[in-house]
C-alpha cells in the first residue's frame, strides 16, 4: 500500500483517540502574604493578619467564609517563608498539608537568583492549576507574593514571557484586573472564576479584608493606599 494511503486510513482512526480535557478549577482564590519584619517571618501584624484570614474568611468554620457552600479547599498552596507562615493557619483548620512550591532565602544567594526562582515556581505554580485533575472544577487558595502575582514593572522586564499570574492565568484577558499589586497592600482577594474547561477565566473580582472586634485594630486601607 502506498504511503498516502496509509496516511489516508489513519485518520479516522485518529479521530477516535480520546483527547485529554484541560482541568481547570472552579475558583481560584488569590491572596498576598501578612506584613512582614525581615526576610526571614511575619512580623506581630502579620501574624495577626494570618490567624484573621483563616478564622474570618478562608479556614474551616470562617465566619464569612469566601469558600462556596464553605467547601473544603482541595489545596491551599504558598511559595516563600511569608506565604508559608501565612498559610498555615488556614490550612491547619482543614487539616490540609501546604503545597508549597518553595522559594526561600539561601545563603549567598543573589537578588536575581532568588527573584528567578520566585518566577519559576509561580509558573510551576500555573501549570498546574490549570493542567491538574485533582483541581478540577474546585477551589484553590493561593497564598503569594505580591510581584509575582501582578507586577507591570516585572511583565515590562521580561517582554514575550510570562512571570506573573496576572498573565499565566489569563487575568490579562479581562478588564478591571489591577496591572500592579501595590507593595504596601496587604488586606486584598482576588476571587477567580472558571467555567468548564476554559482557562480563560468568566469573572474577577477584588475583596477587602475588613474586620471587627479583636482584629478590629488590622490595618486595613484602600488599595494602593499606605497603612
Known sequence: MKPIQIAALALPLLSLIPVAAQAVPAEIIILRHGEKV??????????ERARAIAQVYL?????QSLLPNCVKPA?????????????????????????????VPEWQQTEAQK???????TQEAAAALLNNPKYDGKVVIVFWEHA???????????????????????????????KTWPKHTF?????????????????????????TGK???LPQNVWGQPE
Not at 157 to 175: D, I, S
Open 115 to 121: 527573584k528567578a526562582e520566585e518566577t519559576t515556581r
Open 38 to 47: 525581615n526576610p526571614y517571618r511575619l512580623s506581630k501584624i502579620g501574624e
Open 75 to 103: 489545596a491551599v498552596m504558598s511559595v516563600t517563608l511569608h506565604t508559608i507562615e501565612t498559610a498555615t493557619p488556614t490550612s491547619l483548620s482543614w487539616s490540609l498539608p501546604e503545597t508549597a512550591y518553595s522559594a
Open 59 to 63: 479556614g474551616k468554620d470562617a465566619s
Open 187 to 211: 488586606d486584598y482577594f482576588w476571587i477567580i472564576r472558571y467555567r468548564g474547561n476554559n482557562p480563560v477565566p468568566v469573572s474577577f473580582q477584588m475583596q477587602k479584608q475588613v474586620y
Open 148 to 178: 509575582r502575582i501582578a507586577s507591570a514593572k516585572l511583565e515590562k522586564h521580561f517582554p514575550g514571557q510570562q512571570v506573573t499570574f496576572r498573565q499565566l492565568l489569563h487575568l490579562n484577558q479581562l478588564h478591571g484586573v489591577p
Open 215 to 217: 482584629y478590629a485594630k
